[in-house]
């Protein structure tokens, strides 16, 4: 059973950076998933924040953080990275990485209805 943990999280000033993980256990499969990382802030919807395809060749990201933020893989230690820079008080939200099996292309790749595995979350807090 694939299990998914996010680290990194914590409080920083608007401005400064951060830099998610999320390790994968329980899979040997773990070069063949699409990955993608995702926020929730307080009364707010799920948005998708980034994906990138299996062999970490593809990126896709909101555009409200694109330019800012960068998401990459390390199949062989079976990580999933976000780096966060500029950080606003608008990306204040649980950060959750979660895992697909269907194919997806663009924007699709953002939407949660097709991913099957997620973390419990990290929280990103931002002050201004």
């Known amino acids: 059973q694939l299990q998914l943990e996010e680290s990194g999280g914590g409080s920083v000033q608007h401005g400064g950076s951060l830099k998610l993980s999320c390790a994968a256990s329980g899979t040997r499969y773990y070069n063949v998933f699409r990955m993608a990382w995702f926020r929730q802030a307080p009364g707010k919807e799920r948005e998708g924040v980034a994906a990138?395809?299996?062999?970490?060749?593809?990126?896709y990201y909101s555009d409200s953080v694109k330019g800012r933020f960068t998401i990459s893989r390390d199949n062989a230690k079976n990580t999933l990275y976000l780096q966060m820079n500029s950080l606003k008080p608008e990306d204040t939200a649980m950060y959750y990485c979660?895992?697909?099996?269907?194919?997806?292309?663009?924007?699709?790749?953002?939407?949660?209805?097709?991913?099957?595995?997620w973390g419990q979350g990290t929280q990103v807090t931002v002050s201004s």
């Open positions: 979660a895992r697909r099996l269907e194919f997806c292309d663009g924007a699709s790749c953002l939407n949660d209805r097709d991913y099957t595995n």
């Open positions: 990138i395809s299996a062999d970490g060749s593809g990126t």
